[in-house]
Nanobody, 121 residues
Framework: QVQLVESGGGSVQAGGSLRLSCAAS????????MGWFRQAPGKEREGVAA?????TTTYADSVKARFTISNSAPTLYLQMNSLKPEDTAMYYC?????????????????WGQGTQVTVSS
């Protein structure tokens, strides 16, 4: 079992920055993928960014050039800059064994409890 614990959420004004952290209970061996997802009220959970064990990253178009995912095992990070009100959501860390492939929530087996990010205009 892999346990994930997120931290770093909070409230910021538009244009501000936050860094989310996700501490894993164990180092993942072999091929794996770790990612950040978010879910706003009334919306489906969506992939934000993912990184595999080789450091290959993928981002949602809406966050490219603003967010940066990095992995310093056993901690995963998401640096979020130039935040917008539409970035407001609960942010979740997730992990799966195997490559990242298509970053869909259903493909990830392990989830954190989430951390709230609120961006005001």
């Amino acid at each position: 079992q892999v346990q994930l614990v997120e931290s770093g959420g909070g409230s910021v004004q538009a244009g501000g920055s936050l860094r989310l952290s996700c501490a894993a209970s164990t180092l993942l061996g072999g091929s794996y993928c770790m990612g950040w997802f978010r879910q706003a009220p009334g919306k489906e959970r969506e992939g934000v960014a993912a990184i595999d064990r080789y450091g290959t990253t993928t981002y949602a178009d809406s966050v490219k050039a603003r967010f940066t995912i990095s992995n310093s095992a056993p901690t995963l990070y998401l640096q979020m800059n130039s935040l917008k009100p539409e970035d407001t959501a609960m942010y979740y860390c997730a992990a799966k064994f195997g490559g990242c492939g298509t970053v869909q929530p259903a493909h990830f087996a392990y989830w954190g409890q989430g951390t709230q990010v609120t961006v005001s205009s």
